[in-house]
């Protein structure tokens, strides 16, 4: 009898605030679940700044530049229509394309738009992981936390925290009750600040209150910024035929990937 396949694992990238670091996230992470043996397919439901799919685009050209074999994901653009009245239509056709990918990964890692369109959130519903990538700034900590800074106290959730409250309702009501959500450091400054520390110690306090785990992710290093036009990761450095030099950034900033990796499934 023919073995049936178990279906992907859909990893989704979200924040509702722009420039946090979702598309590297999604690349590296696509890059290390590859180098482990899984069968991956990126989405970029962002498709319209398309930041993930140039990403992807660069690694194909510079592995067929250099004749070099780079793990690269399979890869699906989703761009939203301008017409309001074939929105419906698209998402029909959004689910069937999901079913289908969904039956033949191990793994599907969904980039999203920093802010809320009608992809953007029908990508929110896909989700078995939910990954919101924030940098160490009080603006970042305002989409998942309303602060009372003065008085060091926490008013409300923010408005993407709220958004996730109601993504795990509508989830709850279509028979899925879990949502395994992780708050990411990412650019994370490398010195001491107490603004820093402030933002952690808000999101380890309201993490189980709120539903997430909180990791503290990524530092900020110039390798992600110069990697992109290349479409090479912090993985890839040592890999024979780059002739690439390890430096210790790189190796600190590979080992903070596979802890974020790991982290996932704890
Ligand atoms: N850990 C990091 N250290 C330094 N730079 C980083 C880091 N992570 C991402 N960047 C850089 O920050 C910029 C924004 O990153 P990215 O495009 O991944 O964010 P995004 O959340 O996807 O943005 P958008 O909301 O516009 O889609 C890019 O120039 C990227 O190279
Ligand atoms: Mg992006």
Redesign the pocket.
């Known amino acids: 009898m023919a073995e049936t396949k178990v279906p992907a694992h859909i990893i989704v990238i979200g ?1 509702e ?9 999604a690349m590296h992470l696509a890059i290390k679940l590859l180098n482990e043996g899984f069968s991956v397919a990126t989405m970029d439901f ?1 498709g319209r ?1 398309g ?1 993930l799919s140039k990403y992807i685009q660069n690694r194909k050209n510079f592995c067929a530049d250099n004749n070099l074999h780079l793990g690269i994901p399979e890869h699906y653009v989703v761009k939203p229509t301008n017409d309001y009245n074939r929105i419906p239509e698209d998402l029909n056709r959004i689910h069937d394309l999901i079913l289908d990918i969904k039956s033949r990964y191990d793994a599907i890692i969904i ?1 999203t ?2 802010s809320k369109n009608y992809l953007f959130e029908a990508a929110h519903q896909y989700a078995d992981t939910l990954i919101t ?1 924030m940098t160490d700034s009080l603006i970042d900590l305002g989409a998942i936390a309303d602060i009372d800074i003065a008085n060091n106290r926490i008013k409300s959730p923010g408005h993407y925290a709220d958004f996730v409250w109601e993504t795990k309702k509508f989830l709850a009501a279509h028979g899925k009750n879990y949502l395994n959500w992780i708050v990411c450091g ?2 994370i400054s490398a010195t001491r600040s107490r603004n820093k520390e402030f933002i952690f110690e808000q999101l380890e306090k309201i993490g189980k209150t709120y539903g997430f785990r909180f990791c503290s992710g ?5 390798i ?2 110069e990697l ?1 036009l290349e479409g090479l990761t912090v993985l890839d450095m040592n890999l024979s035929g780059l002739n690439r030099r390890m430096t210790t950034s790189h190796l600190a900033a590979k080992i903070e990937i596979k802890n974020l990796a790991e982290f996932i499934c704890p």
């Not at 605030?17 to 996230?25: D, F, L, V």
């Open positions: 924040n605030k722009g420039g946090t670091g979702k598309s590297t996230i962002d700044q930041s980039d738009p920093g990538p990412n650019k990524l530092k900020d290093r110039v992600y910024r992109f």
